[in-house]
C-alpha cells in the first residue's frame, strides 16, 4: 500500500489557478507542494522550497501538528515576513491513513490594519469626549440641521437644562416650547460664521453663548459647537481675569485644532479673514499650474503661502527647490538657476552641473526676492516659462524642463518695470495670478494665537513651561510689527531664552522695543490719507473703551454713540473677538 503523496503536473497546474497561498507537506513534515501563491508570500522559488523540512521555510509554523492530531483547524492566525494570515489547516489521508497535511492561508493584513484604526478612532473620540466633559464653559453641538447632538455637564450645571431635555431636538423646536428666546445655532447657519448673543432660558437664567461653525470638505457646516457662559459667572470671576482668559483661550485653541483636523488646515494659523481668503486663493492655485507672484513684507509669510500652494498641487510628491534672488551673487546666479557645462569657466566641475530648474524637474521651484534678478538673467528665466526649456552656462544646447514657477518678492514690481529695473514682458508672464500677503498689523486678531503658538514651540523646544503676562498682549497689539511675523517669532524666542521666572512680562522686551515703538506710529502718519488715519484711531478708541468698560452698552455711553454703532465699528475693525468675556 502506498502512502506517499503524488503531486500530479495537473494537480500544479489547477492550484497555480488559486488566489490564495497553498502549502501541502508530507508525514515527515517535509514540503511536496506549493503554488505560485506561496512562492510570492514566502519569497522562495518552488523548486527550493519543496523537499525541504516546512520548519526551515516557515519559522514557529504548526502544520505539523496536524500530522499528530488529525484534526482540522480553522482560522490559525500566522505572520510569514510580516504579513498576517489566517491559517486553515486539514490532514491528508489516503487509505483512512494519514499521508501528511495541507495549509490555505488567507491574507488579512489590511483588515489587522483597519481593526488598528478603528482602535485609534475610538480612542480619539473618548478622547475628545473627555475635553469636552472637563471645561469649566457649558458646551451645546447640534449637527449642520440644527438638531442637537451633545450637551456636556458645565451646560447642565449653568442653564439648569437637562441633557436628556435636548438632545434629539431641533432648535427650531426648543424655541417653540419655550426653552430659549433666540438660538445663536440657528443665526451660525443663516450667516456661515461665529456669531455671539445674549440667550434667555426658561430656567430663568442669563447665558452669553458664541457658536462657531465647524464645515467638511465641501465647505458645507457639518457641526455648529456653541461655547456657553453665565453672565452673572463671569462678573464674579473679573477678580481672577487672568485665569479665565487662559481658560477661555485654550477652549477657542481647542476648537481651531479641532476645526483644522476636519478640514485639513491644522498646519496653519488662520484666525483673520484676510489670511483665510489668502490661503483659500492659494488652495485654488494649486489645482492649477499658472505661474504665480506672491507679494507682501519681509517675514510677512510668502513663503508659507508658498509651500501650501505646492503641497495642495499636483506636484507635491515632486521635488520642491527654494532660492533667494537676493542672497547670491550675481556671478554665480546664473549658475545656480540654469547650471553649467563641462569645463565652462575655470574651477569648473569637469562633469557639469545641472541648475535648480533641472533639479526640480516635474517639481516647484520658489524664486524668492525676484526682484533683485538681474536684468541679464531675467531674459533666460523668460524662456523657461515660454519655451519650458533652460540652457547651462558655456552650452548651446538647451535642455527641457517641466517646473512650475512661484514668485516672491516684497518690491513694487509695476514701480521697477517703469523705472526699467525689471522686464515687462517677464513681468507679465510672471503676475498671471498675484497673491498679496498683509502684514501682521492688518490682522492682528490672529496675533495671540501667533504668540501661543511660538511660545509652545519655544517651551518645547528649550523643556520650559512659561507663560505670558497678559498686560504683553495689549502692548503687542499697540505695536506695528514692521518685521511681521518673523519678528514676532524672534521677540517670543528672545523673551522665552532671557526670562529667569516662569511668567513672561514686559521687562523681558529687548530694550529698544519700546523705541521702535514709538518710531512706528510716527511713521504711520507716512502715506496715509486722512481718513485711514481717522479710522485707525477710532478703532484704537474704541478698542480702549471696550477694555475699560468691559460693556459695549457702557464704553457707547462714555463715547456718546449707540451700543449698535459700537458693535458694527468692531466688526469693521476686524475687533470683534474681543466682545468675548464682554458683557453685551
Known amino acids: ?86 491559517s486553515n489547516r486539514s490532514p491528508i489521508k489516503i487509505d483512512g491513513k494519514i499521508a501528511g497535511a495541507i495549509a490555505v492561508l488567507q491574507d488579512i493584513s489590511d483588515l489587522e490594519l483597519i481593526s488598528s484604526e478603528l482602535e485609534h478612532t475610538k480612542m480619539l473620540t473618548e478622547e475628545l469626549q473627555a475635553i469636552i466633559e472637563s471645561s469649566f464653559d457649558g458646551i451645546y453641538v447640534t449637527d449642520g440641521n440644527a438638531v442637537t447632538i451633545r450637551v456636556n455637564n458645565a451646560y447642565e450645571r449653568i442653564t439648569g437644562v437637562k441633557k436628556t431635555e435636548v438632545v434629539g431636538k431641533t432648535m427650531h423646536e426648543l424655541i417653540d416650547k419655550g426653552y430659549y428666546n433666540d438660538s445663536v445655532t440657528l443665526r451660525v447657519l443663516e450667516t456661515g460664521k ?41 462678573h464674579s470671576l473679573q477678580t481672577e481675569l487672568e485665569k479665565m482668559e487662559n481658560l477661555q483661550t485654550r477652549y477657542i485653541t481647542e476648537l481651531t485644532e479641532l476645526k483644522g483636523k476636519i478640514e485639513g488646515n491644522d498646519n496653519y494659523i488662520l484666525r483673520s479673514k484676510k489670511m483665510k481668503e489668502v490661503h483659500e486663493l492659494a488652495l485654488r492655485l494649486a489645482r492649477v499650474d499658472s505661474t504665480v507672484v506672491i507679494q507682501g513684507e519681509s517675514g510677512a509669510g510668502k513663503e508659507v503661502i508658498a509651500n501650501v500652494i505646492h503641497a495642495n498641487s499636483r506636484r507635491k510628491d515632486k521635488p520642491f527647490l527654494k532660492i533667494s534672488c537676493a542672497a547670491i551673487p550675481d556671478n554665480l546666479l546664473e549658475s545656480e538657476l540654469f547650471g553649467y557645462s563641462p569645463g565652462a569657466f575655470t574651477g569648473a566641475n569637469k562633469n ?14 520658489l524664486l524668492d526676492e525676484i526682484g533683485e534678478l538681474p536684468l541679464t538673467l531675467q531674459a533666460k528665466l523668460l524662456r523657461v516659462i515660454q519655451e519650458k526649456e533652460c540652457m547651462r552656462v558655456g552650452s548651446s544646447v538647451s535642455n527641457p524642463v517641466d517646473v512650475r514657477i512661484i514668485a516672491a518678492t516684497n518690491r513694487n514690481l509695476k514701480d521697477m518695470v517703469k523705472n526699467r529695473e525689471f522686464r515687462k514682458d517677464l513681468f507679465f508672464r510672471l503676475n498671471v495670478v498675484p497673491v498679496f500677503v498683509p502684514p501682521l498689523r492688518e490682522r492682528k486678531e490672529c496675533l495671540v494665537f501667533f504668540v ?46 532671557v526670562s529667569t521666572g516662569d511668567v513672561i512680562d514686559k521687562t523681558c522686551l529687548p530694550s529698544g522695543f519700546m523705541a521702535d515703538k514709538k518710531i512706528s506710529a510716527a511713521a504711520d502718519f507716512e502715506n496715509k490719507s486722512l481718513r485711514e488715519l481717522i479710522e485707525e484711531y477710532e478703532k484704537k478708541i474704541i478698542e480702549v473703551s471696550i477694555k475699560k468698560e468691559k460693556s459695549t452698552r457702557k464704553a457707547a455711553s462714555s463715547l456718546g454713540i449707540n451700543q449698535s454703532t459700537v458693535v458694527r465699528k468692531m466688526k469693521k475693525y476686524g475687533i470683534s473677538s474681543l466682545l468675548d468675556g464682554v458683557d453685551a
Not at 5 to 29: C, K, Q, R, S, W
Request: charged fraction near 30%.
Open 352 to 365: 557639469g552641473k545641472p541648475g535648480l530648474f533641472e533639479m526640480a524637474d516635474k517639481g516647484t521651484v
Open 194 to 234: 461665529p456669531e455671539t448673543l445674549i440667550q434667555k432660558i426658561k430656567t430663568g437664567k442669563t447665558v452669553m453663548v458664541t457658536g462657531t461653525p465647524i464645515l467638511n470638505k465641501k465647505g458645507d457646516i457639518r457641526l455648529v459647537v456653541t461655547n456657553v457662559r453665565d453672565v452673572t459667572e463671569l
Open 452 to 497: 501661543r503658538y511660538f511660545l509652545e514651540r519655544y517651551n518645547k523646544k528649550y523643556d520650559f513651561s512659561k507663560r505670558i503676562d497678559p498686560s504683553l498682549i495689549d502692548i503687542f497689539y499697540d505695536y506695528d510689527w514692521p518685521g511681521n511675523v518673523r519678528e514676532l517669532e524672534n521677540i517670543i524666542e528672545r523673551m522665552v531664552v
Open 1 to 86: 500500500m502506498n502512502n506517499k503523496l503524488n503531486i500530479t503536473d495537473e494537480m500544479y497546474a489547477f492550484m497555480d489557478t488559486v488566489y490564495n497561498p497553498v502549502l501541502a507537506i508530507d508525514i515527515d513534515g517535509v514540503i511536496v507542494f506549493c503554488n505560485k501563491a506561496m512562492e510570492s508570500v514566502t519569497g522562495f522559488s518552488r523548486e527550493s522550497i519543496e523537499g525541504r523540512h516546512i520548519s526551515d521555510v516557515i519559522q514557529f509554523t504548526e502544520l505539523h501538528k496536524i500530522l499528530k492530531t488529525g484534526k482540522i483547524e480553522s482560522a490559525r492566525k500566522v505572520v510569514i515576513n510580516e504579513k498576517i494570515f489566517i
